[in-house]
C-alpha cells in the first residue's frame, strides 16, 4: 500500500515544484494550507495553521512521511515545534534549512536553526537538508531594490543562490528514501555578490539608477563580509547558475501578454 506525504509548504516556491515530482514518483500528497483548496488528482489539501496548531493533528493522521518545507520571515521555530509533537509516530521527517543558520545573528536565522533542531530532537527519525538562498529569492530581491531611485548597493555581500528546481528534485529523492540525519548542504554552482546580481538586472532591463556604496554595520556586515553565510567546503553544488536562472526569467518576462 502506497503512503500518503504530507508536504507543509506545499504551495510555495518550492512545494510548487516538489508536489508534481511527488506525483510522477507515484506517490499521494496531502498539502496543508491555511486556505481551503480543490483536490487535485492524487494530491489531497487540508486546512491548518502551524503557527497556532490548529488542524494539525488531522493532517498528520495516517501520513508515512513529512515533507517540512513551510516557512516564514519569522515563526518558523513555533511552527516546526507545533508539527514535531503532532508528528510522533511519523516514520520519516524531512526538514529544509538554511546554509549557516547558527552562524548569522538574524531572526529568519535564528528561527530556521531552532526549527532545525526541534526536528532533530523530536524522537522521528529525520533528515534535514540546507539549502543556500534560491535564485527566486535573489531575483526578488533586486528587482524591489531597482524600483527605488538610488540603489544601495552593500559592499561584501555574496550569495551562492540556488535553483529551487535543484533543491526540489534532491528533496524528494531525500523524501522517498530512508532517515539520513542531517545530509550534505546544496548551494549554487557560483558566488555572486548581490551587487553583480543588481548590475545584471538592471543592464537587462534597461533601468538607468544610480548605485549608492553602503557597509553593511555591525556584526552582520562582519560576518557577511567573512563569508559566514557560504559553505565553500563540503556543500554539493547545483548547476544552474543565476545567469541562465535570469536569463530564462527575463524572457517569460518579455513573453507575458501586456495587461
Do not use: C
Request: hydrophobic share 45%; charged share 20%; aromatic share 6%.
Amino acid at each position: 500500500m502506497t503512503m500518503t506525504i504530507l508536504v507543509t509548504g506545499g504551495t510555495g516556491t518550492l512545494g510548487k515544484h516538489v508536489v508534481p515530482l511527488l506525483r510522477a514518483a507515484g506517490r499521494d500528497v496531502r498539502v496543508l494550507s491555511r486556505a481551503p483548496r480543490p483536490a487535485a488528482a492524487g494530491i489531497e489539501y487540508v486546512t491548518g495553521d502551524l503557527l497556532t496548531g490548529a488542524g494539525i493533528k488531522a493532517a498528520v493522521a495516517g501520513v508515512d512521511t513529512i515533507l517540512h518545507l513551510a516557512g516564514g520571515p519569522k515563526g518558523d521555530d513555533v511552527a516546526t515545534h507545533n508539527l514535531v509533537q503532532a508528528a510522533q509516530g511519523v516514520r520519516h521527517l524531512v526538514y529544509i534549512g538554511v546554509i549557516a543558520a547558527e552562524e548569522l545573528p538574524l531572526g529568519y536565522f535564528r528561527a530556521k536553526y531552532e526549527a532545525e533542531q526541534a526536528v532533530i530532537g523530536s524522537g522521528v527519525p529525520y533528515t534535514v537538508l540546507r539549502a543556500a538562498q534560491f535564485h527566486d529569492l535573489a531575483l526578488k530581491t533586486v528587482r524591489a531594490m531597482a524600483k527605488l531611485p538610488v540603489v544601495p548597493a552593500p559592499g561584501g555581500l555574496r550569495w551562492q543562490s540556488v535553483d529551487s528546481r535543484e533543491v526540489a528534485a534532491r528533496l524528494v529523492d531525500l523524501t522517498l528514501d530512508e532517515p539520513a540525519g542531517r545530509v550534505p548542504d546544496l548551494a549554487g554552482p557560483e558566488v555572486r555578490t548581490l551587487n553583480d546580481m543588481i548590475r545584471d538586472y538592471l543592464r537587462a532591463t534597461g533601468k538607468r539608477r544610480a548605485l549608492l556604496p553602503v557597509r553593511v554595520p555591525g556584526k552582520v556586515g562582519r560576518l557577511y563580509r567573512a563569508g559566514a553565510n557560504l559553505n565553500l567546503d563540503t556543500a554539493e553544488q547545483g548547476k544552474r547558475t543565476w545567469a541562465e536562472f535570469f536569463a530564462e526569467q527575463l524572457a517569460k518576462d518579455q513573453a507575458a501578454p501586456v495587461r
